[in-house]
């Protein structure tokens, strides 16, 4: 079956950086395009980027766009989003998505002074 394992998650201070990664077995990884979101507490899930099966293409929120950076390694069966410049706004649990409609069961993170 189909599992993603988010990690990566934590606390840290407006202006720092935490890179997450998910873990995916159950399927073919390199043939499908995967997805991050997040959810803040009190607000509705949000998608925040996408990525080719190839990694060839990537796609962000404008709310993320030049501060987030999302990639694969095919090889390892991982997706990463690599999140700089973090502001308090980005609290939320992050959520792996493989389309349509596997989820894993996300990692926190805070930013927070």
């Known amino acids: 079956q189909v599992q993603l394992v988010e990690s990566g998650g934590g606390l840290v201070q407006p202006g720092g950086s935490l890179r997450l990664s998910c873990v995916a077995s159950g399927f073919t990884f390199k043939g499908y395009a995967m997805n991050w979101y997040r959810q803040g507490i009190g607000k509705e899930r949000e998608w925040v980027a996408g990525i080719s099966s190839s990694g060839g293409r990537t796609n962000y929120a404008d709310s993320v766009k030049g501060r987030f950076t999302i990639s694969r390694d095919n090889a390892k069966n991982t997706v990463y989003l690599q999140m700089n410049s973090l502001k308090p706004e980005d609290t939320a649990v992050y959520y792996c998505?493989?389309?349509?409609?596997?989820w894993g069961q996300g990692t926190q993170v805070t930013v927070s002074s």
């Open positions: 998505n493989k389309p349509s409609d596997y």
